[in-house]
């Protein structure tokens, strides 16, 4: 008997309808459920340091809940994957960030990749993102398209116009071989904006980084494998004031 994997898509934000579960569907299989969760605390977009913040708490309490509720791997469905770090403290299965995986399969199958992502301000971000992932030598360059995250779908031809503009600009004046679209919300650009640039002579592959974290989830599931946990050890437990996190602190035994 096959058994079924369960991947949780967990959005960090509070906003409804900005992602469907009809948008993963071409990745389901028999053997393959997603499920889907908002944050109940939260930003309704991430765009900023401070979004990301408050994010965090919230995105922990459903990796928790993901894994009690029988989830086999966990994707944090945004690209400067918040609580990435903390929620593999605190769960056993693996747990992906879309931009680690997209920036790793890029390094590994070209040589420098372009970040291109909606806003400039997050230039910053992702800097740091690129630093801590060790892959300061294979980026090429950051560019934004200057379409605020909630506003991706109000146009969705300016949008794939405006990737591909800054996708050439990339290839052309920055050398980069591989491009990652880097908002989880561009979900579905990728193959349009692929065939744009193969058809003015620039056959660089372009990243969807929802889809690609949930085939490697798929794999590090099939394959046993998760996180070390002598990286990311449980956290002690300890009184936390604010939060419900009772798996988190002293049993009063």
């Known amino acids: 008997m096959t058994t079924k994997t ?60 993901a894994e009690q509720t029988g989830a086999n791997a966990i994707i944090i469905d945004c690209m400067g994957d918040p609580g990435l770090h903390a929620c593999r403290e605190v769960v056993s299965i693996p747990v992906l960030g879309p931009c680690q995986t997209a920036m790793h399969v890029a390094s590994m199958m070209g040589h420098r990749f372009a970040f291109i992502t909606v806003l400039d301000r997050l230039r910053a971000m992702i800097d740091s993102l690129v630093a801590r992932y060790g892959l300061r030598e294979n980026f090429a360059s950051f560019q934004a398209v200057d379409i605020p995250v909630l506003h991706i779908v109000s146009d969705m031809d ?11 600009t990339a290839i052309d004046e920055d050398h980069a071989d591989y491009i990652i679209l880097g908002c989880t919300g561009f979900l579905g650009c990728a193959e349009a904006m692929q065939a ?19 085939h490697q989830a798929d794999a590090l599931v099939k394959t046993g494998l998760s996180h070390s946990k002598l990286c990311y050890p449980e956290p002690s437990k300890k009184q936390i004031a604010g939060f419900s996190f009772p798996e988190l602190e002293p049993s009063g035994d």
């Open 158 to 168: 300016k949008l794939n116009n405006a990737l591909t503009e800054k996708a050439i």
């Open 6 to 65: 369960i991947i949780q898509l967990i959005t960090p934000i509070i906003t409804q309808g900005v992602r469907s579960l009809d948008e993963v569907k071409p990745y389901l299989r028999d053997d393959l459920e997603i499920r889907h969760s908002l944050l109940d605390q939260g930003p309704s977009s991430i765009e900023s340091e401070f979004d990301e913040a408050i994010s965090v708490p919230d995105t922990v309490r459903k990796a928790i809940d």
């Open 196 to 214: 744009k640039l193969k058809a003015s002579g620039r056959d660089v592959p372009v990243i969807d980084p929802v889809p690609l974290a949930v």
